[in-house]
């Protein structure tokens, strides 16, 4: 409860402050509030999607990278009306490179997503934005990018400290020799497919829905970011479709009911965002559905009636589903067993920090709490997998060969005995051996057409045994995800 309440008035305040201070800046710039306040809202909502815990020196590359990227797509969002070609090229080159730096580690990935949150003002504006010379709107812009990834950072420590919750771990990195069976690896194809699905939605859109064409691309860049697997690609657009419909039909009801304007529009985005963050770990289509309300009261904002749009919008959002769930099936698909084995990967290089901090002697708290967010990672990128298994189970199959979620499970269950293992003394017997188990298991992670990992025996201890015997049952349930 503690932690909802923290997330709320985060939110709360960091948009609060980034729209005040985008306010400030326009009237400096002598330009229309709307034009930099309503992209300081969404960049601030964006930006506390990241749980940060970054090095300074990287948190200086996002701000610096997030910042020009905002006043980037600022000024794109005023240049896709007259120019939609050259828009939406500049836009999908810019969110496929972001997808493809995934392939050069946990850093390049955490750099790279600060593109599509950026980005994402580009969509959102260009229903009331006229064409404007990028200089120096997009020196404006970046500004309010800024101001907006400050304002989130410095809430964020305040709060932290304050309410003295642990400071998040940055995400591990996986394996660079990862590959997604054979081929192209894992971020090349959700590259390719971002890309295809995006132009294609692009394409679908001007063509079927004209000047409303946004609805479609915005609904395939929500499906298809951050999906792992076929699976989660089929499972995530059913739930963007009934997101949609709900989403735009509570709108809808909302504008017809109060009939907002000016800054009663603005408060209620802002009530709107806070619902989203607040079932966004919980329920997706409820999520979607807040964003599809969110984008339907900024585009009442800018004077477009709900009413006469509503089934504009509900088809462009279904076309934009189907086509990114189509792209993902049929261009270099990945499987969600591949995407899952490089983040136990992952995973397992928190546990060896944790392993080695403990045998010599030094703090294990901060590794531990890597290890425990990669574990929830990985539990929550099975997410397909789990329903896979659920359905299994409710039509009385059996399996004769362990299920594709055992791996997940075994690796879960390695949390307590390492919690107990770094509460106990260091330099153990066994613990050397124990640390030789999982370099040998990330190898055969690195190399999933090899033979199943001989491990060394057990250690008698009690907190290693227990650990032991996780990590042998981890590596009995690997070939589950060939």
């Given amino acids: 409860m503690l ?67 905002a006043g980037t797509s600022v000024w794109l969002g005023s240049q896709m009306p007259p120019h939609p070609v050259i828009g939406a090229v500049v836009f999908v080159a810019l969110m496929t490179a972001s997808v493809w730096t995934r392939r050069f580690g946990a850093m390049a990935t955490r750099l790279g997503a600060m593109v599509p949150l950026a980005l994402l003002a580009s969509l959102f504006t260009t229903g009331g934005a006229e064409q404007v010379p990028w200089w120096p709107r997009c020196g404006w812009a970046a500004l309010v990018g800024l101001l907006a990834f400050c304002w989130v950072h410095v809430l964020r420590r305040a709060g932290q400290r304050l309410l003295r919750l642990p400071r998040p771990e940055p995400r591990a990195a996986a394996s660079r020799r990862q590959r997604a069976r054979r081929g192209p690896s894992v971020s090349t194809r959700m590259a390719a497919q971002t890309g295809l699905s995006l132009a294609v939605a692009f394409t679908a859109g001007h063509l079927l829905f004209g000047e409303h064409w946004q609805w479609t691309v915005l609904s395939a860049l929500v499906v298809n970011l951050g999906t792992i697997g076929r699976g989660d690609l089929t499972l995530k657009g059913l739930e963007r479709g009934a997101g949609a419909v709900l989403g735009t039909l509570f709108a809808t009801g909302l504008t017809v009911l109060l009939h907002p304007h000016g800054s009663a529009s603005v408060v209620l985005i802002c009530v709107v965002l806070a619902a989203a963050l607040l079932v966004r ?82 703090d294990t708290v901060a590794p531990l709490r890597g290890f425990e967010a990669a574990v929830r990672e990985v539990h929550g990128s099975a997410r397909s997998l789990w329903l896979h298994r659920r359905a299994l189970h409710l039509m009385g199959r059996r399996r004769a060969t362990p299920h594709r979620t055992a791996p997940v499970e075994a690796l879960v269950n390695c949390l307590e005995p390492l919690r107990a293992l770094t509460a106990a003394p260091g330099n153990l017997p066994g613990a050397a051996a124990t640390a030789a188990n999982v370099a040998v298991i990330r190898r055969s992670l690195a190399a999933p057409e090899g033979p199943s990992p001989d491990l060394r025996p057990p250690s008698p201890e009690p907190p290693l045994a227990a650990l032991d015997a996780a990590l042998e049952r981890l590596a009995e349930a690997l070939p589950a995800l060939r």
């Fill in 281 to 362: 770990q919980n329920s997706y289509a409820g999520y979607a559905a807040c964003i599809t309300t969110t984008m339907s009261l900024l585009y009442g904002y800018y004077g477009e009636s709900a009413e006469q749009l509503l089934l504009i919008r509900l088809q462009a959002l279904m076309v934009g589903a189907v086509l990114a769930v189509a792209v993902g099936w049929l261009l270099l698909p990945v499987r969600a067993g591949d995407v899952v084995r490089g983040r136990i990967a992952a995973a397992l290089a928190g546990l060896a920090a944790v392993l080695d901090a403990h045998r010599k002697g030094s």
């Fill in 3 to 69: 932690r909802r309440a923290y997330e709320l008035l985060l939110l709360m305040f960091s948009i609060l402050l980034s729209s005040t201070s985008a306010a400030a800046l326009a009237r400096l710039a002598d330009v229309p509030p709307a034009a930099l306040v309503v992209p300081g809202v969404i960049f601030a909502f964006t930006l506390l999607r990241r749980p940060g815990g970054e090095p300074v020196r990287e948190q200086i590359g996002s701000a610096v990278l997030f910042s020009v990227t």
